[in-house]
Every structure is written in C-alpha cells, then in structure tokens.
C-alpha cells in the first residue's frame, strides 16, 4: 500500500480552497449538494484510511484481526507500518465513532424536544406554527411533516411583504431537505476535522438557496435582500437551552448576512 493509504487522511487540507471557489463560482444549490458529496466522499475515504491502517498497522501485535493465512512470519513482516500506526489508528476510529453518535444525538434529541416544544405551546396543525413569544425568531423545523416556526415578536417586526419573504425562505429548507446536507457535512467533520470548512460552506450555501428560492417565489430580489437584512437585525440570540423555544431555537441558524444581502443586490 505504501504511502498511498495516508493520502485520504491529508486530502481534506483541500477542504477551504474547494469551499472558497464554491461559494464563489457556483450557484448555491449547486455549491450545497456538490460540497456535501465530497465532503461524503472524502470522509469515507479517511475512514477506509483508517480501517486499513488499523487492520494492516497490527499485524504484528497479538490477537489481531488478521486472517490466518497472515499469521507467517514473512508476511507479517513484509507489512510496512509500525506497530504504533495501527494502535493510532484504533483511537483515532473510536473517537470518529463516538463523535458522530454524539452528534447523531444530539440531532434526534434537540428534534425531539422542538417537537415537543410546540405541543406545549398548543400549535398543531398548519404547516406554520406561530409562536406567542416576543421574543423575534423564525426557522425551519424537519420531520415528516415539516413545520415552519415563527414567533409573534418577529412578525410584528416585518411588514406582510416580508413576511411572505420569510415564510419562503423557511419553506424552501423544508422543500429542499437543507438539514440533510448540514447533518451529512457535520459527520464528515466528525471523521476529519479538515473537512469543517465545507460544513460552513455547505451552511452558507443553503441559506443563499433559500434566499434564492424566496426571490424567485416573491419575483423581487430587494423585497427578499431586504427582508433578510430586517428579520437578521431584529432576531434574537437563541434562548437558555431548556426553554420551550430554545430547543425550537437550536435549528435558526441565519448565516452571514452581510454576504447574503449582497449576493442578492448583485
């Protein structure tokens, strides 16, 4: 195998260079399902990397995996890697494994308790549920149906043109399945850490294609740069966890504006 089985490991430093000409060059749905893909695909590799080396790094140490057809002398020693590799790589699969449950989790519980969250607040129902909470905030929730949760405070912060802005934009992440891609690239950066700059992409992107969804669902392209500009301006930081719209709160994730708003008057 040689030197070739660690390459998988290293070629995620490529991770920002190919996230920067994404978001640069290509449109954001484009961008969103072509970073997922090598993010997917370059995390799997790092985990056939490690598996290989775990298999092959230990040969030489006692109980191994191995076949018994390895068990001769020669071959064993005909493996190129050290011990210590192998060891490494045992750790570095255990952590890999545990992060991502965590993180599998993490997602079902904060799921979970948003579900719950709006039962106790009476909604049931419509595809948007509004909130009673002045407390301005909006976001997408998945599940089967998705919901679009809304509170009273951002509402009344956005005039009616944007807040069909807003409900546009929340109905394209439930259209689109956006929190597929963001939990997809959020394992591959569990595999690899390199791989984070295309999470944040692949985080940036779905809010563009939203913003690009509702422009075109609205057909005015500085209704929607405004209104993303306003309901950003006027949101609030995310509850204490616990809270009834904290757990909803977790899934409001609104990007960096600044850059939206100009990709929208350009």
Same mark, same amino acid.
């Given at each position: 195998?040689? &030197?070739?089985? +660690?390459?998988?490991?290293?070629l =995620?430093?490529?991770? %920002? =260079?190919?996230?920067?000409?994404?978001?640069?060059?290509?449109?954001?749905?484009?961008?969103?399902?072509?970073l997922?893909?090598? $993010?997917? &695909?370059?995390?799997?590799?790092c985990?056939?990397? #490690?598996?290989?080396l775990?298999v &092959?790094?230990?040969?030489?140490?006692?109980?191994n995996?191995l076949p018994?057809?390895w068990?001769?002398?020669?071959?064993?020693?005909?493996?190129?890697?050290?011990?210590t590799?192998?060891?490494?790589?045992?750790?570095?699969?255990?952590?890999?494994l545990a992060?991502c449950a965590?993180?599998?989790?993490?997602?079902r519980?904060?799921r979970?308790r948003?579900?719950?969250?709006?039962?106790?607040a009476?909604?049931s129902g419509p595809?948007?549920?509004?909130? =009673?909470?002045?407390?301005?905030?909006?976001?997408?929730?998945? /599940?089967?149906?998705?919901?679009?949760?809304?509170?009273?405070?951002?509402?009344?912060g %956005? @005039?009616p043109d944007e807040?069909?802005?807003l %409900?546009?934009?929340?109905?394209a992440?439930?259209?689109?399945?956006h929190? *597929?891609?963001?939990?997809?690239?959020?394992?591959?950066?569990?595999v690899?850490?390199?791989?984070?700059?295309?999470?944040?992409a692949?985080?940036y992107?779905?809010?563009?294609? @939203?913003?690009?969804e509702a422009?075109?669902?609205?057909?005015? *392209? *500085?209704?929607?740069?405004r $209104?993303v500009?306003? $309901?950003?301006?006027?949101?609030?930081?995310?509850?204490?966890? /616990?809270?009834?719209? /904290? @757990?909803? $709160?977790? +899934?409001?994730?609104p /990007?960096p504006? =600044?850059?939206? &708003?100009?990709a #929208?008057?350009?």
């Amino acid at each position: 195998m040689g &030197v070739f089985v +660690f390459l998988p490991l290293v070629l =995620p430093l490529t991770a %920002l =260079p190919i996230a920067r000409l994404a978001e640069q060059h290509l449109h954001p749905r484009t961008a969103a399902r072509l970073l997922t893909v090598i $993010a997917v &695909v370059m995390a799997a590799s790092c985990a056939i990397s #490690l598996c290989l080396l775990f298999v &092959v790094g230990t040969a030489h140490l006692t109980g191994n995996p191995l076949p018994d057809s390895w068990s001769d002398p020669e071959v064993r020693n005909a493996v190129p890697f050290h011990r210590t590799i192998g060891s490494s790589a045992i750790v570095a699969l255990l952590v890999v494994l545990a992060a991502c449950a965590r993180t599998l989790r993490r997602h079902r519980r904060v799921r979970a308790r948003s579900r719950q969250a709006l039962g106790v607040a009476g909604v049931s129902g419509p595809e948007v549920a509004v909130l =009673p909470d002045e407390r301005p905030y909006a976001y997408a929730l998945p /599940g089967a149906p998705g919901r679009i949760a809304v509170s009273t405070g951002m509402l009344a912060g %956005l @005039a009616p043109d944007e807040q069909t802005v807003l %409900l546009a934009h929340e109905r394209a992440h439930l259209t689109h399945h956006h929190h *597929r891609y963001l939990l997809a690239t959020q394992l591959a950066a569990c595999v690899n850490p390199c791989l984070r700059p295309l999470r944040q992409a692949v985080a940036y992107s779905t809010e563009r294609w @939203a913003d690009e969804e509702a422009a075109h669902s609205v057909g005015d *392209r *500085r209704l929607t740069a405004r $209104a993303v500009a306003r $309901a950003a301006l006027i949101s609030v930081p995310p509850p204490v966890p /616990g809270a009834v719209a /904290g @757990a909803l $709160a977790a +899934f409001a994730a609104p /990007g960096p504006v =600044p850059r939206r &708003v100009a990709a #929208l008057l350009a």
